[in-house]
């Protein structure tokens, strides 16, 4: 099946956490993935109209979703709301903020809630809370997968190990979910 992740990332932290969910992915025998930045201009529809699942990942920025993802999911309207291209295509979502709460819970409200006017099957998680930095779900999340980023360092110490284990937890769910319903 084929899995598409649609991330922004304005300074590499949702980058790194848009990697772990796509590793998450791979794990799943069958499941092939591509990821793409809005940033990187020319999104390609067809190969998210012919995706089992689509997974948002955005930054948390003033609450909610970036401006670049908002853009993306703007720029739906036309060529894939009107028809309603990714009806019964599975939906998840992450999102990584600076503060341990940071009103980031929005950010993944409102994919879920653009996803619903697509449609699309939310995916939540389906984990118990965990404690400690290395713990799966750390931010007792149901909605979908937190991290909070460490401020002040590079997106490659800046993530802790638990949230990327967390974004790695949705994406096999993702594909292992989006293989059932094919039939695989
Ligand atoms: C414009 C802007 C707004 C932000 N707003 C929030 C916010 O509302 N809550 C929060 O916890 N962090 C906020 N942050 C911090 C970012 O969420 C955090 O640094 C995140 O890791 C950035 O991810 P990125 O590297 O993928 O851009 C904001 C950062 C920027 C640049």
């Not at 503060?99 to 409102?110: E, H, M, P, W």
């Amino acid at each position: 099946m084929l899995i598409s992740i649609v991330y922004d990332s304005g300074y590499g932290r949702t980058a790194r956490q848009a990697a772990a969910v796509a590793e998450g992915v791979r794990q799943v025998p069958g499941a092939d993935v591509k990821v793409i930045a809005v940033a990187d201009g020319s999104i390609p529809w067809d190969r998210l109209e012919a995706s089992d699942a689509i997974i948002f990942g955005s930054p948390t920025y003033n609450g909610t979703l970036s401006a670049r993802l908002k853009q993306f999911m703007e720029e739906t309207t036309g060529p894939v709301w009107r028809e309603l291209k990714w009806r019964n295509k599975l939906a998840a979502g992450f999102t990584t903020s600076g503060a341990n709460n940071g009103d980031k819970l929005n950010t993944l409200v409102s994919m879920a809630l653009f996803a619903a006017q697509h449609g699309m099957i939310w995916v939540g998680l389906d984990l118990l809370p965990g404690e400690g930095d290395d713990a799966l779900n750390r931010h007792g999340s149901w909605i979908g997968a937190m991290a909070t980023s460490l401020q002040g360092e590079d997106p490659e110490t800046a993530m802790v190990a638990g949230d990327l284990k967390t974004a790695s937890y949705l994406g096999k769910r993702v594909a292992e979910l989006a293989g059932r319903l094919a039939g695989k």
